[in-house]
């Protein structure tokens, strides 16, 4: 597992700290155009799974279903940071599948949004588990779960319904078989999945490639997932006023 550095850190004129790491960039046949280190090497994929955890949850009709709009299926796929605006976002999602804050299992920390927390902490207020930069993803697996009348209670258990729907979906996109997909739980609860760095990378490639998955659920899932990145890039706004990318 040979890394190279991938960053300096400069103070000065003195470089303070060095990361060191693996990359590859893939064309859209999936061949690789640039590598760094050692691309087979294993390690979680952490948040950026999410859009991968979010697919199980639309291609079974639950989003349709429940009647979540883009913004809503955007925070499922996010690592939000705390607003007000994701908080009653979250709220909103769990209201319209008739559950409480207190059915998620993602735990509670402060927002992430510096503003934001510091006026929480100046009010005496707590954080609840919708300030979980994961309350959104933790809300699409339980209305995934409502929905197919898996248990609610234990929809983050790697051997549940829910958790098993989406390891199949990682492999699938991965193209590494389930079996050999070591499983680990992530910071918010919800299981995690090791993956070769190309893998991960493949993940993406087939993401955008919805003809190699055949069927209409799976491409509907696709054509929705694309329109919440546009929809993001239109509604969400950065701090000087012009339109964030997605």
């Given at each position: 597992?040979?890394?190279?550095?991938?960053?300096?850190?400069?103070?000065?004129?003195?470089?303070?700290?060095?990361?060191?790491?693996?990359?590859?960039?893939?064309?859209?046949?999936?061949?690789?155009?640039?590598?760094?280190?050692?691309?087979?090497?294993?390690?979680?994929?952490?948040?950026?799974?999410?859009?991968?955890?979010?697919?199980?949850?639309?291609?079974?009709?639950?989003?349709?279903?429940?009647?979540?709009?883009?913004?809503?299926?955007?925070?499922?796929?996010?690592?939000?940071?705390?607003?007000?605006?994701?908080?009653?976002?979250?709220?909103?999602?769990?209201?319209?599948?008739?559950?409480?804050?207190?059915?998620?299992?993602?735990?509670?920390?402060?927002?992430?949004?510096?503003?934001?927390?510091?006026?929480?902490?100046?009010?005496?207020?707590?954080?609840?588990?919708?300030?979980?930069?994961?309350?959104?993803?933790?809300?699409?697996?339980?209305?995934?779960?409502?929905?197919?009348?898996?248990?609610?209670t234990s929809y983050d258990a790697p051997d549940s319904r829910?958790?098993?729907?989406?390891?199949?979906?990682?492999?699938?996109?991965?193209?590494?078989?389930?079996?050999?997909?070591?499983?680990?739980?992530?910071?918010?609860?919800?299981?995690?999945?090791?993956?070769?760095?190309?893998?991960?990378?493949?993940?993406?490639?087939?993401?955008?490639?919805?003809?190699?998955?055949?069927?209409?659920?799976?491409?509907?899932?696709?054509?929705?997932?694309?329109?919440?990145?546009?929809?993001?890039?239109?509604?969400?706004?950065?701090?000087?006023?012009?339109?964030?990318?997605?």
């Amino acid at each position: 597992m040979n890394s190279e550095i991938v960053a300096n850190v400069v103070r000065g004129e003195t470089v303070e700290s060095l990361h060191r790491g693996h990359l590859i960039v893939l064309d859209g046949n999936g061949q690789t155009v640039f590598s760094l280190g050692d691309p087979s090497t294993v390690t979680y994929f952490r948040s950026s799974a999410k859009a991968f955890q979010a697919i199980p949850f639309i291609t079974s009709g639950a989003a349709d279903a429940f009647g979540f709009n883009e913004e809503e299926i955007a925070l499922s796929v996010a690592s939000h940071s705390g607003e007000r605006r994701h908080v009653s976002i979250a709220s909103g999602m769990l209201a319209k599948i008739g559950l409480t804050e207190s059915d998620l299992r993602c735990g509670a920390h402060l927002p992430f949004d510096e503003a934001e927390s510091h006026r929480m902490i100046a009010a005496g207020e707590k954080p609840t588990q919708l300030h979980n930069n994961c309350s959104g993803k933790h809300t699409a697996m339980l209305a995934f779960a409502k929905h197919i009348g898996a248990d609610i209670t234990s929809y983050d258990a790697p051997d549940s319904r829910i958790q098993q729907r989406i390891l199949r979906c990682v492999s699938d996109f991965t193209e590494i078989p389930a079996g050999e997909i070591a499983i680990g739980i992530d910071g918010c609860a919800a299981p995690n999945f090791a993956l070769p760095v190309a893998a991960m990378a493949k993940s993406f490639v087939n993401l955008l490639s919805p003809a190699k998955f055949p069927g209409r659920p799976r491409e509907n899932s696709f054509q929705r997932l694309a329109r919440t990145a546009s929809g993001c890039a239109v509604c969400c706004r950065a701090k000087s006023g012009r339109r964030a990318s997605a």
